[in-house]
DNA sequence: TCACGATTATACTGGCGAGTAAACAACGTC
DNA sequence: GACGTTGTTTACTCGCCAGTATAATCGTGA
């Protein structure tokens, strides 16, 4: 596993190495670690993936695993996190965009449905809490707290502006999620849907709802 | 634990134990050991709880686990089959009842909720198919068919019957039971609301959907 | 070329937990 | 009362895995 061949450069004037090359390497090794780390992790789930494993699979053995990272619990949170920074980010964008209440949390729930499909984001929706140390569940409660309140206002700006009709938001925002996180559970990429079509139409059901628009189904019959 | 206590027997004349009461409990120590395991399961995951912990919270050692299950697997096979036993029948009565389409699903979705909040059905929730043997899932797997077979007719029904109007029957399966199975996630006995509250509320969201019912949120819009 | 820090490997500890062999206790039948 | 069966305990094996001590290798700078 000897590093024998050189990274092609940018065709950059300097022929000396930058002295924050090792840094960028090193951010790279710790990042080949967690992306191949989620991989297991969503697939045998956190208790049955060994780190010998992980190591194996990337021609490199435990203690490499363990300079980068202090210990398995740390794996696991960094990989929640990167997962809800990313849909952090892709609720804050949806919530800035253009467009009603109900237009912007249907991007919103689109955007969060397809990062459920795989990666750190299934491994968002894969996690129990039990999976984390106290400490790290905690950090995680926090994140998700941000991204619920993203989805919350969205919601409300929605009914402020007639477009959206619900009678508890908090407990409406459980629904549509936990519908959405289920998602990181079911979804087969070999499947015969792709990821956009199955969250294209998750969300369009989650708003149109299962009732027939019709005088017979009125709300609160 | 020596069962020092006799049970108050039914007012049954005979005063000589039934030969098949041993047999009873045989049963009712079996369904205690399934009982208690559900609950580690439930708070812990399955690969985090060690059976010398459920002995032990039985007041047994571990080897009288191993007099009723044959290993590990099949008591937790045996948890997950329970609760898609009780989900079975509950959806089979929903499915049996009057209404139309609409209702019968109301009452389906609702039950089915309410079950997920706890024991052997928050169970079937929280399993994820990594953790059964290959053999167990398969069996799993072909029960939770079944649950879904029965979902799909109730849809189809009340698309028949103009209650119901969904654009794919499997996708629409998948994400209302996908909201109401993360409620093994997140409901909280502790919480303000009880387990049918929720359940309602949420088997409401999922029927009228987000959008405001108006001509601005027409459907296909 | 050498020293030093960073990176990685070898070998290992310690603990946990599934599962079991053998022994003991309790129960039921003859 | 003896014996067989059932239920349970004690003591244990074995394997796995997180994590680490120490050594070896590599890369960099002077």
Redesign the interface.
Known sequence: MRTGSTAKRSPDVSPWPKPEQREINRALKREAVLLRAVEFFN???F??TSLDDVALSLNVTKPTIYHYFANKDEILFACVQRGLEEIGQAAQAAEQAGGNG?QR?RALLIDYAMMMSDGFGACVG?T?D??LSAESLSRIKALKRDTDAIVRRV?EA??AD???????VR??T??????????S??YDPAGP?SKRE?AE??V???????????D??R?GE
């Open positions: 697939e045998k789930g208790h049955a109900l949390l894969r129990p039990h999976a919601i929605g009914m007639g477009s959206i009709a619900v009678a508890d407990l409406t459980f629904t549509a999620l936990g519908a959405l996180n289920w998602i559970r079911w849907l199955i139409h998750s369009a059901t989650l708003i149109g709802g299962l009732a027939a628009r019709s017979s189904n709300r």
